[in-house]
């Protein structure tokens, strides 16, 4: 129902929909600036990335106090939340920004992590939820997984002997082929 009012909104009046996705991006760029403000230390950041946080954050303030005036209370069986549909062209990005300001009001940000570009990672922001915080990668399956077979490879290339050491100690390839009337007879046997 909420996906067809925002279909139509958009449809109807395209400059909506641009608008919406430009809010969308905005939000997403801020969030990313706030937790990478979080990792500064271990990364090693500038002063200039906490100027930058501190304006993503006014900037998210802004979106989601847009997002809360747009938004209305709805009780639920036995709980109050906010219904962001007032306005459907903007449901969207009002969602995001309400999904934003809980991640940063409720995740534990000791706990952000930056999968590692420079061991192959994609360099995506996670919440490392595992026990003993030791989590290096965004998801196993991706980047982990893509990392260690790189590395796997690399291993198997440099254990590989070379093309004279494959066939025999100190015989060179060409020895070792079948001479011409071989590979004829060879041939013609097919």
């Known amino acids: 129902m909420e996906a067809e009012q925002v279909d139509r909104a958009w449809r109807d ?14 939000i997403r760029e801020g ?5 990478r403000a979080a990792i500064i230390d271990a990364d090693g950041g500038t002063a200039d990335d906490l100027v930058a946080a501190g ?5 998210l303030h802004q979106r989601w106090s847009g997002a809360v005036a747009r938004a209305r209370f709805v009780l639920d069986s036995s709980r109050v939340r906010l219904a962001y549909d007032t306005v459907p062209a903007m449901l969207v ?25 420079l061991e192959g990672g994609c360099g995506w922001l996670f919440l ?12 196993m399956a991706d980047c982990g997984n893509v990392v260690k077979a790189r590395r796997l490879t690399e291993r198997r290339r440099a254990a590989r002997p070379s093309g004279s050491e494959a066939v025999g100690e100190g015989v060179p390839v060409r020895a ?15």
């Open 176 to 190: 070792v082929m079948p001479s011409r009337d071989a590979q004829q007879t060879f041939a013609k046997a097919l």
């Open 128 to 139: 490392d939820r595992s026990r003993n915080g030791s989590r290096r990668w965004c998801r």
């Open 55 to 59: 304006a993503a954050l006014v900037a």
């Open 93 to 117: 990005p009002d969602r995001i920004a309400e999904a934003a300001y809980d991640v940063m009001l409720t995740a534990d940000l000791t706990r952000v992590r930056r999968c590692p570009v």
């Open 31 to 35: 969030l990313y600036l706030v937790l």
């Open 13 to 26: 009046e395209p400059a909506a929909a641009h608008a919406g996705l430009a809010a969308v991006r905005d």
